[in-house]
Structure formats: structure tokens, C-alpha cells
């Protein structure tokens, strides 16, 4: 779907999210049906972005160290490099291949090094026409944790869903368009109270038939109300399923087999 910035507060262009369930005991089957969704949405967006055999250079954002924030860093281990190939062994791939370069910029506590100056510096120097950025997101809803891949033609603002936002990585800041692909792996104890209240206003509902006060509080902005009380005592915390290995696993499957089949013909 298109967003208008007037409406959504975001950049206009794609937006696509693709629900995908059960990650967490996923087979191969589901694995592969799961990528080839996400194939078939990349692909139409990088055609209508870059030529067939531009230069592409995915970036996983992340820190490998760090389970729930490790997606980027894992689906940059199993992207199909070629760029190198094509330079020095051109002999050994198809002449219609095209060039993929990969990197992994880790994270400014680590670094010292805002990513977007990172970025800058290999885009100037290498010169590929498009970045697919990969990035594990915060969620506002518990249902998608690990369940939605989210794709973007917009940019993306690294850290922004936990507070910590960085420069932003979009066309504007770095020169090409950039594509982002997010698979939300964290969620804020605002908004598990959030939804839970949720849940205990409908259950009261169905005993009690007609209540006005529950009726008006289900429709308030009960994330925003509930973050004000939480944040200022440090009470806001991060939370992550406790099978989130195997969700990154399965979804760094489903995400680097995506960009593969997407990339190429």
C-alpha cells in the first residue's frame, strides 16, 4: 500500500507487510513458502527502482551478539556475494549476473560511528545504485512479533523503535534509494500492558454486556498513557520471546532467501 506523509506522519511510497506465522516451529516447507513472498514483493520494488543488473549492496543492521538484534549481521552471512566474482572470476557466473555486495556496520556502541557515515563512505566508493537494509524492529502490537515482515521503499531510521534513533538512512541522506526490510523481534512493556488491558476490557465487556467507562478506555491511546507511567521510573522494558533464537534463525532464512532470488534472475 502508499502512504501520504499529510496522513501516516511518514515518508510516501511502498508499504508492504507480509504476515507470516508459526516462525518459531517453521520447517523447511514454511521457510521457503515464507521467502518466496518476500521474493515476489522485492523483486516488483527493486524493478521499479534500478535496472536488472545495477549494483546492489545489502546492509544488516545489528549486533550479531545481541539474539533479538541480530538479524541484519545473520542475513548478511547467507547473501549470495557476487560483486568480487564478477571482478576477478567473471568466467565463473552467468554474464547477465548481477553485481551483490553485503556488509554488517555493527552498532555506534561498538563502533564510535554513526552507520549512515559508514554507509556514505562504501557508497562513494563503490557506487551501487540501490541499499536493501535489514533490521530487527520494536513492535506496538504482540501478535507480530516475529510473525510480519515488513518492507519499505522509504529508508529507514536505525534505533528508532527503542529510543535510541540514529542519522536516517534514506535517499535524501545517502544519494540512492534504499529499501527496508523489517521483521519486528522486541516489544515495550507499554505495549504488553496495553494489549493485555485489551484483552481484560473485552472479557469484562462480554460478563457484563454495556459498560461506558470500559467502552470509552478501549478507544483511548492506551500505549501513550501507559509509556508515561512506565518511562520515568525505567519501567518501560524491552521484551523478547523466549524462543527468539529459533525465530532469528527461521527468519534470517526466510529474509537472506528473499534478497537472493529477488537480486537475481
Known amino acids: 500500500m502508499k502512504m501520504e506523509n499529510k496522513q501516516f506522519g511518514k515518508r510516501k511510497g511502498n508499504y508492504i507487510t507480509i504476515d507470516i506465522k508459526n516462525m518459531k516451529i ?16 522485492l523483486k516488483a520494488l527493486i524493478a521499479n527502482l534500478v535496472g536488472e543488473q545495477d549494483d546492489i549492496l545489502v546492509v544488516g543492521l545489528g549486533n550479531l551478539y545481541v539474539t533479538p538484534d541480530s538479524l541484519g ?5 547467507d547473501i549470495d556475494i557476487t560483486r568480487h566474482l564478477l571482478t576477478y572470476m567473471p568466467e565463473v557466473l552467468d554474464e547477465k549476473t548481477r553485481p ?14 554513526e552507520t549512515l557515515e559508514i554507509l556514505k563512505g562504501i557508497v562513494e566508493n563503490i557506487h551501487p545504485k540501490l541499499l536493501i537494509v535489514i ?10 512479533i ?25 535517499i535524501d541522506t545517502l544519494g540512492i534509494p534504499v529499501v527496508a526490510i523489517g521483521i519486528p523481534t522486541v516489544v515495550e512493556a507499554a505495549t504488553i500492558a496495553a494489549d493485555s488491558l485489551d484483552l481484560f476490557i473485552k472479557k469484562v465487556q462480554e460478563q457484563a454486556q454495556s459498560n461506558d467507562f470500559l467502552n470509552e478506555l478501549k478507544e483511548e491511546n492506551k500505549y501513550e498513557m501507559i509509556k508515561e ?30 534478497i537472493n532470488f529477488a537480486t537475481q534472475k
Not at 73 to 77: F, L, R
Not at 135 to 144: H, K, N, Q, T, V
Not at 146 to 151: A, L
Not at 156 to 165: S, T
Open 26 to 41: 517453521a520447517g523447511e516447507e514454511d521457510i521457503q513458502k515464507a521467502s518466496e513472498a518476500v521474493t515476489k514483493e
Open 73 to 77: 549481521p545473520k542475513v548478511i552471512q
Open 100 to 113: 551483490v555486495s553485503a556488509v554488517s556496520p555493527g552498532v555506534l556502541g561498538t563502533t564510535g560511528i
Open 135 to 144: 533490521d530487527a524492529l520494536a513492535s506496538r502490537s504482540i501478535e507480530r
Open 146 to 170: 516475529s510473525s510480519t515482515v515488513q518492507i519499505a521503499d522509504t529508508g529507514i531510521i536505525p534505533g528508532a523503535g527503542v529510543g535510541n534513533q540514529r542519522k536516517e538512512l534514506t
Open 229 to 258: 507511567v512506565l518511562a520515568p521510573e525505567d519501567y518501560n522494558f524491552i521484551v523478547t520471546p523466549k524462543e527468539i533464537d529459533e525465530l532469528i534463525e527461521n527468519m534470517s532464512s526466510v529474509v537472506a532467501r528473499g
